[in-house]
């Protein structure tokens, strides 16, 4: 079983619209969550971190379920520049050593 | 302002040539990443170094090598031993629980 798993999409969704997807993760000592985004050909960057009460940055929200061992990112209202992928980054053991997920690409059309 | 600098942007390698791969990094970051991304792939990890002088292997660490003689740079070798070099290589620094801070990568292309 792969550490963090997430389905690839793709999520065509159009402008203004809704949009939510999960990641799962397999080591339940994991401590550290994190939402990256990362545009074609680029590197990522950090969009948020996640929190165990949840959080939310502007239009993005995270969620943290530890029994079911899940962080969730909805993001409302999409603009066509929220099309990206978005990878979901979960630490191990301990915080100096993460593990990626493949991705979920989001495509917002106009 | 503080980051990582990868360099070169490019890479082209000819088969059997070893190239090097710099990650500089001026955040005071004690430990440091090198990651592979293949076409439609998550990031896999190469090495890592979470003090100067020591390093550990990733999950593909066949092919590479590196060194860390200073807290600020990680270069990355790969040798002709990794028979398929093509990919996005980033390197990253870690500085707590704030996650990963990365460079812009460098695409490596053999030729």
């Known amino acids: 079983r792969k550490e963090v798993e997430q389905d690839p999409g793709p999520f065509n969704v159009p402008e203004g619209a809704t949009v939510a997807f999960n990641c799962t993760y397999s080591?339940?000592?994991?401590?550290?969550f994190f939402w990256y985004r990362q545009d074609c050909r680029k590197e990522p960057k950090l969009l948020m971190s996640?929190?165990?009460s949840g959080n939310e940055d502007g239009r993005f929200t995270a969620q943290l379920n530890r029994a079911s061992q899940y962080i969730s990112l909805l993001i409302r209202d999409s603009k066509l520049s929220d099309s990206a992928t978005y990878l979901c980054?979960?630490?191990?053991?301990?915080?100096?050593?993460?593990?990626f997920g493949a991705g979920t690409t989001v495509t917002v059309r106009a | 302002d503080g980051g990582i600098t990868q360099s070169p942007k490019y890479l082209f390698r000819k088969e059997g040539q070893n190239v090097t791969l710099s990650c500089e990094q001026n955040?005071?970051?004690?430990?440091m990443y090198w990651y592979r991304q293949d076409p439609g792939q998550g990031l896999r990890l190469i090495y890592y170094?979470?003090?100067?002088?020591?390093?550990q292997k990733g999950d593909i660490a066949e092919g590479y090598s590196v060194s860390r003689e200073k807290k600020e740079s990680f270069p990355l070798t790969v040798t002709s031993a990794q028979k398929n070099p093509t990919a996005f290589y980033l390197c990253?620094?870690?500085?707590?629980?704030?996650?990963?801070?990365f460079g812009s990568g460098t695409r490596l292309t053999v030729v």
């Open positions: 980054v979960v630490s191990g053991s301990n915080d100096y050593k993460l593990s």
């Open positions: 080591n339940s000592a994991s401590q550290s």
């Open positions: 996640v929190y165990s």
């Open positions: 955040l005071n970051h004690d430990a």
């Open positions: 170094s979470q003090i100067v002088n020591d390093f």
């Open positions: 990253a620094s870690i500085g707590g629980k704030r996650g990963y801070t």
